[in-house]
């Protein structure tokens, strides 16, 4: 008996809904999902953009404690400098 290829049932993948995969059962099932975004493999997925990624890649600021430390020792110094209470530099 030699082999021969069904064409269903099938995994189809979808970068939102199914990015692990899902299986279709017919034709009738799979009409139009390729103007949705479903496509034969993951690897098919469109490419995020630059930007995206790079913002993902960043940290956002407020897990970063250190400037905020560093910002309130100059705000204090530059209090202190100005109500006299520290000398700055000789008058």
Sequence with gaps: MAYEHQKYPTWLYHAKHAPKGKIFQSAE?????????????PAKFPKPSRIATGLAAMKPWWTEWEWLIKALAVILALIAAALGVVKVWPR
């Excluded at 099932?29 to 493999?41: E, H, I, M, P």
């Design 29 to 41: 099932q799979c009409k139009g999902l390729a103007r949705k975004g479903w496509v034969d493999t």
